[in-house]
């Protein structure tokens, strides 16, 4: 752990999780540490672009030399020895310059293996936690990060900042040289500030109002079908074009005052240019300096200049990459969900569920009320309510998606919201409301996305009654599916997600709505394998708005406005609210 934090830059090779992937750094620690190679490494590069910047004085000190000297003496020796020491120091500039360039891809890289994994994971927890889908533009952020980070315009600063030697060689020059070179570097730079002062705010709302349209967009284009058949296009894309708009006319008018500072730049970097020739010219006649002086001076004001320049030009550049580093820190700082990160072991024991109260983050009206109840290995917990009642949020809580606002959800004694999420994937199974399938095979999805073991997939497959119907596909458990795919009924989607839940038979099963999509058949196989998982063992709550699979569960929860309003062996309760039921369930049994 210790050497990836000293030598970030190493590669640990492209499958090996480093400490920070596999989740043994916490995310705010990451940020600070990846702040901190940064610092080290624009310190690195600073002291490489010092010797860069005062190798850049070859060429206007050759042909300062090759002109005062060379000329005038007609001294082959000194041409041929100049030249070498001149082509010698060129090549250490070009072996420098790309140090550099690797130095900083080396830590766009780093930041990108670093990051990306609590970044992915904080995408996961905020849209889990609170259905936010900022934090997948993080991902994009990072990816961005990398792109500036080896790109020219991170060095350009660096040299700016060297323009002193430069500067000092001018006044060396002549003192009148440093003079126009000092101006020019002030003016330059009230260029920059007023560039960054004109800019800067259009510049982050032009990014903001892109990224917006753009995942809005995204959110909007999962829903296609209901699009097409309700003929929403229109009326979406009027919506959507207003915020294009929007971010295009910010975009422009940053855009335009960008250009034309970078232009204004430019001509009065050229205007410099032609003021200190003349200026030369001027001394020459004089003969305060030497023509080859003159010479040197043109290209050392352009040297000095190029860096403002290219700074101003590249600001755009900057300004977006501060504002996606920042998004990424805040992706990673955000308050989520904060783990034990020790594996706990497979449990036997009881679900408790004790004084269970949960609020959403900035509403102060608890959804769940103070919640308490108990089941054991082998019960089956049937959960029903008016729509609104609190079920789903309850289920989310069972499984510890969510951070219970007071009280706690315990299996065997262990938290469920702390839990490991790896170790509490081996003993959970959750088949949420809205069932969705991931980019993968049927086999990727039964085993969870996981290395599969045939053997458990089958047994999952059998488990949940799919086996056949998979068998019946073209491609079987290779079937691909997903968002992009619509190979599956709803019906057959859903079966193939209660064969996720029950794949390596879980101790605890908490299914939402799983009959939402089934028919007779499919309700018939769900029953068995509730039954079968309370053979085995298992603990299995199961939310219905449909009485029929309620057979199957042992005990009932009755649950309105978030408080359980009756819990008890699924005759007692079926007695108290539906009398005549019960006789008729007597009777049929
Ligand atoms: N993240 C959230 N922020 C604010 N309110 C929420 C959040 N999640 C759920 N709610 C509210 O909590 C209440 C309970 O929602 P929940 O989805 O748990 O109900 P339910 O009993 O499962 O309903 P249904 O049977 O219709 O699925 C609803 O009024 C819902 O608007």
Known sequence: MRDTVRNPLISKGPNRATPAQNGTIAPKLLVLRARRVFVVTLLYAALLSACINLLQLTMPLYMMQVHDRVLNS?????????????????????????????????????????????????????????????????????????????????????????????????????????????????????????????????????????????????????????????????????????????????????????????????????????????????????????????????????????????????????????????????????????RQTMPTPRSEGDLVVDKLVYAAPGIDVPIIKGINFSLSPGEVLGIVGPSAAGKSTLARLLVGILKPTAGGVFLDGNNVYLWERSSFGQIAGYLPQSVSLLEGTIRENIARMAESDPYKVLEAARLADVHDMIGRLPLGYDTPVGDGHLTLSGGQRQRIAVARCLYGRPRLLVLDEPNANLDALGERALIRAIDEARSDGAIVILIAHRPAIMQVADKLLVLEGGRISQFGPRTDVVATMMPGETRREGTAS
């Open 74 to 338: 007609q001294s082959m020796d000194t041409l041929v020895m100049l030249t070498i020491l001149a082509l010698g120091a060129l090549i250490v500039l070009g072996v420098l310059d790309y140090i550099r360039a690797l130095t900083f891809q080396a830590m766009g890289s780093a930041v990108v293996r670093w990051l990306n994994l609590p970044v992915l994971t904080a995408a996961v927890q905020a849209s889990a936690d609170q259905g936010l889908a900022r934090a997948t533009q993080a991902l994009r952020d990072l990816t961005e990060l990398r792109g500036f980070l080896t790109s020219s315009a991170v060095s350009a600063p660096l040299d700016a900042a060297w323009s002193p030697i430069f500067l000092g060689v001018l006044f060396l020059l002549h003192p009148l040289f440093g003079l126009i070179g000092a101006i020019s570097v002030v003016v330059l730079v009230c260029c920059g500030l007023l560039n960054d002062l004109l800019t800067r705010q259009l510049m982050k709302e032009a990014s903001q109002a892109n990224i917006e349209a753009v995942s809005k967009i995204g959110a909007t284009l999962r829903h296609a079908e209901a699009i097409e058949a309700m003929g929403m296009l229109p009326a979406l894309a009027q919506k959507w074009r207003a915020a294009q708009l929007h971010a295009l006319s910010v975009l422009e008018a940053s855009g335009i005052r960008s250009r034309a500072m970078a232009s204004i730049t430019r001509s009065l970097r050229f205007a410099i240019q032609v003021v200190s020739l003349g200026t030369g010219a001027l001394l020459v006649m004089r003969q305060e300096i030497s023509p080859g002086a003159m010479m040197a001076t043109t290209i050392l004001v352009g040297r000095l200049l190029l860096p403002f320049d290219s700074v101003i030009e590249n600001w755009r550049q900057w300004v977006l990459a501060i504002a996606s580093w920042r998004r990424v820190e805040t992706a990673l700082k955000e308050d989520l969900a904060v």
